[in-house]
């Protein structure tokens, strides 16, 4: 058995005390040529026959019991029966994607199994003119969003005329160290003693990054304080329900504005978030005169030498969303204001100081959710904003065209709406996870996002949008 980070247990101890905490990704495959009628019941049953070694990343159950002196482990299922995690759902006769997304929301909803890998893969066909959806998810426990759209990209080719390709959760190569070791009572100590000592100067900056960020704050609005952010409907308690929607646009409408504004493509996509969500906030009667914060994940993966794919590898920064500028250019300059600021702290202090200084936000975003009243004015955050890189080149998988990649993200108590930007191809996905009863019409959120982003393109000059 192998020992857990202090982070991945956090994440799992919330599963099991609250709500699931599943991340996962939708694939659109259009079925090759001249296909046939049948390609998806070829597909499902090709896949699953496939004779692979499923990678142990998918292998791992997390485990714990007195032997282990109460923390959480990683164990090995050995005989992993992929029957299990991979099946099939079928759409009613002339369904959409309206659909398609209602079926998604519920499947995202629904508790993975603590006794097995804590992953599932669903093959759904029904849609117009043949086309498929592949939808995959996991705890968050298992990977990050990163790790894991670096994990589908992987099971996919540039060759539409590649067949018989090895799934996903194919074996790949790790580095070897900690494969099979051995877990003893001891163990649980010298883990411990281990992120003590390995942690003394992370602990030791904490804070001197406190600091830096404060005087961030008060001289440049770059952040906020701890229950800076403006109390919304988006931070309430998590009910079972999930609504899900998401749609893409022409990565040359977000390159456009980056390029006349000297801002990034995640700053784009935020302030474009936020518009649709200010749209949808006043629509509603709730927008507040304070600006919205967004949790910005800032992945640190690129500069970890335990890069495996495994596990979660990123910093933190609260970033103003810019809801109380009606101009929409600027509340892109807010929001690139502050993400520069973020990227430094986060590249200066790492993982564990950026997320010592977020941790304050984030309890008191979630405990005064649980609290059954009290005042609601301020909270922590809003709602994640994150970025995933998807594959830069159209894809295939077994001569399936994928049209389009979207990710599909974790909600809490607290945060009850997550919005997650992917790339793919030529194209900029959003994806929007909700409460759907804080949210019933999370379907508008495309038009509204539209709409955001041909109103920041005529602030910048950008041109006529373009698909």
């Known amino acids: 058995m192998n020992g857990m980070r202090l982070l991945d247990a956090a994440m799992i101890t919330g599963d099991a005390l609250l709500h699931p905490i599943n991340i996962g990704a939708v694939m659109i495959l259009a079925p090759p040529r001249n296909s046939g009628e049948h390609f998806a019941d070829r597909l499902y049953h090709q896949t699953l026959a496939q004779p692979v070694v499923v990678d142990r990343l998918f292998r791992r159950v997390p485990h714990r019991s007195p032997g282990t002196g109460g923390l959480w482990v990683w164990r090995e299922e050995r005989d992993l029966d992929v029957g299990r995690h991979l099946t099939r759902r079928t759409l009613p006769d002339g369904s959409g994607s309206a659909e398609l997304w209602q079926l998604i929301g519920t499947l995202h909803a629904q508790r993975l199994d603590r006794s097995r890998p804590m992953w599932a893969a669903f093959l759904i066909d029904g849609l117009a003119d043949g086309r498929l959806a592949f939808y995959v998810k996991a705890q968050h426990v298992m990977v990050d969003g990163v790790a894991g759209m670096r994990l589908i990209g992987s099971a996919l080719s540039t060759d539409p005329d590649r067949r018989a390709m090895p799934p996903f959760y194919a074996e790949r190569d790790h580095p070897p160290a900690t494969a099979g070791a051995r877990w003893d009572l001891s163990a649980p100590l010298r883990r411990l003693a281990g992120l003590a000592g390995s942690g003394i100067t992370a602990l030791a900056r904490i ?42 646009w022409a990565k040359s409408r977000i390159r456009a504005v980056q390029e006349i504004t000297g801002t990034t493509a995640h700053d784009v996509a935020t302030a474009v978030v936020g518009g649709a969500l200010r749209d949808w906030l006043s629509d509603h009667g709730d927008l507040p005169r304070r600006s919205l914060v967004a949790f910005c994940p800032i992945s640190v993966r690129a500069h970890d030498p335990a890069n495996n794919g495994a596990g979660n590898r990123f910093g933190a920064w609260l970033c103003p969303m810019g809801t109380d500028l009606a101009d929409p250019l600027k509340r892109l300059r807010r929001v690139h204001r502050s993400m520069v600021g973020g990227k430094r702290y986060v590249a200066r202090y790492g993982s564990a100081g950026s ?6 936000s984030i309890a008191s975003t979630i405990v005064q959710a649980l609290v059954p009243a009290g005042p609601r004015i301020s909270t922590g955050y809003n709602l994640p904003m994150s970025s995933v890189p998807g594959p830069g080149a159209e894809m295939y998988w077994n001569g ?5 990649i979207y990710p599909v993200s974790a909600v809490f108590d607290g945060q009850t709406l997550n919005v997650t930007v992917c790339s793919y191809a030529d194209r900029i996905g959003i994806g929007y996870v909700a409460d759907s009863d804080v949210m019933p019409d ?26």
């Open 442 to 467: 999370i379907a508008t959120m495309v038009s509204r996002t539209g709409r955001a982003l041909s109103e920041l393109e005529s602030a910048v000059g950008a041109g006529p949008p373009r698909g």
């Open 207 to 248: 804070p001197e990054s406190q600091a830096c960020a404060a005087l961030a704050m008060v001289t440049g609005r770059a952040t906020v304080p701890a229950v800076g952010a403006p109390f919304t409907p988006f931070n309430t308690r998590l009910g079972p329900h999930r609504g899900v929607i998401a749609a893409s």
């Open 400 to 404: 399936a065209h994928v049209e389009e």
């Open 355 to 360: 997320l010592s200084l977020a941790a304050p």
